[in-house]
């Protein structure tokens, strides 16, 4: 996470409400591209299978702006290994320039480590902005791991790559209660690392963090959390999934399979009658609590997506495109890799909280998505990003509510050190915050 300490126009004109933020940031239009983006029509609930468009995460025809902050995550663990990166970096022609005052920092401290960018950029040339900083690398000294996992999860496996259809095979009934593990038990032994990692880690390292309006209401704050907050939401939910009210396999009412395993925190969301409660219906369990720094990175994020917006737009307040709000829902999501989600509206938040626009905070973790989205429930109409490990995603205000789902998840492109240090298994965890 960062420490949000504004963001800012880049000369157009001064962050909003911050007194010590300075002008680092730069402001560009994203490029448009040419192709539309176009969701498979063979991605439907039924027939479980995909085909790519080969259109990935650039978007349909659209501008939006986006902020390049030059400062960027931190971890804690590691150090020699990130100044083992750093010089890496070099290696590779970074633009590291003395720090100029941050203007927004990720977690941790390394701030004297973190120039601006040096020019406008777009989001197609994201891989190739040098930042100068290590930020996402705790250590490059991957690990073999010998994974396994236990023959309860390969049954739940095996019903999840199902077809959601009516099969009585597939159906939802008490069986699917089991509680699922989001982390895989594992042997490790040392390997070096294939330079292919290396280079994979390089990159991310050197990627910063960038906040992009989507569209009113949207924003994307691409690289936000840091591998450290990446750890710690992990390990939380895995403690969490494992114990009353944890992970388990959702169905519908009809029966039918969701392509996911599901934890509420905080309350629990019932899919068979789209509603939420005090306990979970199937067992009784009570949603534990959403974990205090759980809320703290929500609220960090929706303060500089306001700031992000105030700094794009001389007619609007941040407030008023995105609500403040406090979260007391946390529906968490574990995807195998075969996992995914229809379209949707998120809807069953309390009127008052829709009507206000009150954002929804989705954070991804571990592999990445396509995550599709539109005003209507279209595929051929939908706009997807790719979200990957460490994006906060949110949608309030104008868009609060699209349509939205995750496409596919994009196979064994979660960041190593965070398989390493968790044991996360194949597949994304994603948070979704709401409030009530
Ligand atoms: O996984 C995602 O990115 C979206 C999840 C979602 O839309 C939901 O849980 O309602
Ligand atoms: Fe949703």
Not at 39 to 50: A, F, H, I, K, P
Not at 193 to 206: F, H, I, M, V, Y
Not at 284 to 295: A, L, R, T, Y
Request: some cysteine; glycine content about 10%.
């Amino acid at each position: 996470m960062n420490n949000g300490e504004g963001w800012s126009s880049g000369g157009r004109r001064g962050p909003r409400g911050r007194s010590n933020s300075k002008e680092t940031w730069q402001i560009v239009n994203r490029p448009k591209s040419e192709s539309p983006v176009t969701v498979d029509r063979s991605l439907d609930e039924s027939s479980g299978n995909r085909s790519s468009s080969g259109s990935r995460g650039r978007g349909r025809c659209r501008t939006v702006q986006v902020y390049v902050e030059k400062s960027s995550q931190v971890s804690n663990v590691g150090k020699a290994a990130q100044e083992e990166v750093k010089s890496q970096e070099d290696g590779l022609g970074s633009t590291k320039q003395p720090d100029e005052g941050a203007a927004f920092k990720c977690s941790g401290d390394n701030s004297d480590l973190l120039q601006p960018s040096a020019s406008p950029v777009s989001r197609e040339c994201e891989g190739r902005m040098s930042f100068g900083l290590a930020n996402r690398m705790e250590d490059v000294s991957l690990c073999g791991q010998v994974s396994m996992s236990s023959t309860s999860d390969k049954k739940v496996e095996d019903r999840d790559s199902a077809h959601k259809s009516g099969d009585v095979g597939n159906a939802w009934n008490e069986s699917n209660t089991r509680l699922f593990d989001i982390c895989l038990e594992k042997k490790v032994f040392c390997l070096k690392p294939p330079l292919k990692e290396l280079n994979q880690a390089k990159r991310r390292a050197t990627k910063g963090c960038i906040g992009i309006v989507i569209r009113p209401g949207m924003v994307l704050l691409k690289n936000y959390l840091s591998i450290n907050d990446q750890v710690l939401i992990v390990n939380k939910c895995r403690e969490l999934g494992l114990g009353e009210g944890g992970f388990y396999q959702p169905g519908y009412g009809d029966g039918a399979l969701l392509h996911l395993k599901m934890m509420c925190l905080g309350r629990n969301w019932d899919p068979q009658t789209s509603r939420y409660g005090d306990t979970r219906p199937h067992d009784g369990s009570v949603p534990p609590k959403i974990p205090f720094e759980f809320n703290q990175f929500v609220q960090k994020a929706i303060q500089d997506s306001q700031s992000l917006v105030a700094t794009s737009s001389k007619k609007t307040k941040g407030e008023d495109e995105i609500p403040c709000m406090s979260p007391d829902i946390c529906i968490a999501n574990f995807y195998t890799s075969t996992g995914r989600l229809g379209l949707h509206k998120d809807k069953d938040e309390s009127a008052k909280s829709i009507q206000k626009g009150l954002p929804v905070v989705s954070f991804s973790i571990g592999d990445s998505a396509e995550f599709v989205y539109g005003d209507q429930r279209d595929y051929d109409k939908a706009e997807m990003e790719v979200l990957e490990s460490g994006d906060v995603l949110l949608f309030g205000g104008k868009s609060r509510n699209i349509f939205h789902g995750v496409r596919s998840i994009l196979k064994d492109t979660a960041p190593k050190v965070l398989v390493q240090e968790t044991n996360l298994r194949p597949g994304r965890l994603n948070l979704t915050f709401r409030q009530y």
